[in-house]
């Protein structure tokens, strides 16, 4: 079964600062991986996903996400913080019924501190 | 805007009592993905159609129904409600269902049971 974990539900950076939001997954076929941005009283909107092409994935708004195959892990980054990012960030890998299910993480919100 | 189309976006209701949630896929997407977000469990997969079918299941009570429509919106129907169905309901839509596609999220439906 697929799953995975947001490391750290809150973090709080400075305008400027990089952003470095951690997700660690387990999954029991090649992982299809995915980064969403909830901004308030919106829905979901994806960031970028990792489809086995190239491992360092690059998506909107300067956000980029490496996968690490041997650690498991899917790191989002941004290396200068905007206050127009402060959201919540889901992690998600895709599920294993050869359907398209997600399955997220419990989420990180980004607060960016003047 | 992702072109996925929720109602209603509010819906304040007793406990014991009944609603059904809509919504409305993006153009040509034939695949409806229903959500739940919770504080305490986070995001939770309950059920995916397929071109009117059936394709998988997640975590939906039995008190929870849904199916797809010809025209291939999709209801979410909740019944005998209790305080913890208190929630946002999400609905997504993908042209297919496959592993390594985007989901487009509507805005959701807020639904608090008193």
């Known amino acids: 079964a697929q799953s995975v974990t947001q490391l750290g539900s809150h973090v709080s950076v400075s305008e400027g600062a990089l952003v470095l939001l951690r997700c660690n997954y387990s999954?029991?076929?090649?992982?299809?991986l995915f980064w969403y941005v909830q901004y308030p009283n919106q829905g979901l909107q994806l960031l970028l996903k990792?489809?086995?092409?190239?491992?360092l994935v690059k998506g909107i708004n300067g956000f980029e996400a490496e996968f690490k195959k041997s650690e498991t892990s899917f790191h989002l980054t941004k290396p200068s913080a905007h206050m127009s990012d402060a959201a919540e960030y889901f992690c998600?890998?895709?599920?294993?019924?050869?359907?398209?299910?997600?399955?997220f993480g419990q989420g990180t919100r980004l607060t960016i501190n003047p | 805007d992702s072109g996925v189309t929720q109602t209603p976006k509010h819906l304040i209701t007793a406990t014991g009592q009944r609603v059904t949630l809509r919504c409305s896929p993006r153009?040509?997407?034939?695949?409806v993905y229903w959500y739940q977000q919770s504080l305490d469990q986070g995001l939770q997969f309950l059920i995916q159609?397929?071109?009117?079918?059936?394709?998988a299941k997640g975590n939906i009570l039995e008190r929870f129904s849904a199916q797809q429509f010809p025209d291939l919106h999709s209801e979410l129907n909740l019944s005998s409600l209790e305080l913890g169905d208190s929630a946002l309901y999400f609905c997504?839509?993908?042209?297919?269902?496959?592993?390594?596609?985007?989901?487009?999220f509507g805005e959701g439906s807020r639904l608090t049971v008193l």
């Open positions: 997504a839509s993908s042209v297919v269902a496959l592993r390594t596609g985007e989901l487009f």
């Open positions: 999954s029991s076929v090649p992982p299809y």
């Open positions: 990792y489809t086995s092409a190239a491992t």
């Open positions: 998600a890998v895709s599920g294993d019924q050869g359907a398209q299910k997600l399955v």
């Open positions: 153009s040509g997407d034939l695949s």
């Open positions: 159609y397929y071109n009117g079918e059936e394709r």
